[in-house]
């Protein structure tokens, strides 16, 4: 079965400073997705990023990029130019295209401290 | 478009009743699932859809039911509700199971007495 571990419980960041999560997942899989999602105090689940696994550039999304290392089986977040309205819990998620099925770690949760 | 609905937003049961949980798709999206979320713990997958007529279980199945007779709605059924089923519900879809990128529901909190 595939895990996905998330070790920082809580994180907490400046405003304006960069802060990296870090998420590690086991597979056996060759064909997966990861994602990182975003949950506001909302709940409301609003998608971050995501990443192909059979592609080796790291995806990019504004502010937001990863830094995905398969032979590792690692895949962190990195918030650049922190805003107060990051503050969220983080999740990573793997997706096993074989299976249909989603995994998703424990969270994180950020504050962006003004 | 609504996206993927949620009713109802807030639910109170006692311990044995059964009561389903609606959601709802307007994406005409293929691939749909239920999850879970416990307090301070990720999703985790109930049970999933990849077409109409067509479910499967996820890794928590146990006391849930769910059926798939239309591509729009993907209802959870509890048939006898338990406290340990207290949680926030989630409903997901995506257009197909190999376009992974989900789109989630606002989510429903469920408390059992």
């Known amino acids: 079965a595939q895990t996905v571990t998330q070790s920082q419980p809580e994180m907490s960041v400046q405003e304006a400073e960069t802060v990296t999560l870090s998420c590690t997942y086991d597979?056996?899989?060759?064909?997966?997705?990861l994602f990182w999602y975003k949950q506001p105090p909302s709940r409301q689940m609003i998608l971050v990023i995501r990443?192909?696994?059979?592609?080796?550039q790291n995806a990019t999304e504004n502010r937001f990029s990863v830094n995905f290392q398969k032979a590792a089986k690692s895949f962190s977040l990195k918030i650049s130019d922190s805003q107060l309205g990051d503050t969220a819990m983080y999740f990573c998620?793997?997706?096993?295209?074989?299976?249909?099925?989603?995994?998703f770690g424990d969270g994180t949760t950020l504050t962006v401290k003004p | 478009n609504a996206g993927v609905t949620q009713t109802p937003k807030f639910q109170v049961l006692k311990t044995g009743q059964s009561m389903t949980l609606q959601c709802a798709q307007d994406?005409?999206?293929?691939?749909m699932s239920w999850y879970r979320q416990d307090p301070g713990m990720g999703l985790r997958l109930i049970h999933y859809?990849?077409?109409?007529?067509?479910?499967d279980q996820g890794e928590v199945p146990n006391g849930y039911n769910v059926s798939r007779s239309t591509t729009e709605d993907f209802p959870l059924r509890l048939l006898s509700a338990a406290p340990s089923q207290t949680s926030v519900y989630f409903c997901?879809?995506?257009?197909?199971?190999?376009?992974?990128?989900?789109?989630f529901g606002p989510g429903t909190r469920l408390l059992v007495l």
């Open positions: 997901a879809s995506s257009y197909s199971r190999i376009q992974e990128t989900q789109y």
């Open positions: 597979t056996s899989e060759s064909n997966y997705y």
């Open positions: 990443q192909e696994a059979y592609k080796q």
């Open positions: 998620a793997y997706f096993n295209t074989n299976a249909g099925k989603s995994t």
């Open positions: 994406m005409n999206h293929e691939y």
């Open positions: 859809s990849v077409g109409a007529g067509i479910t």
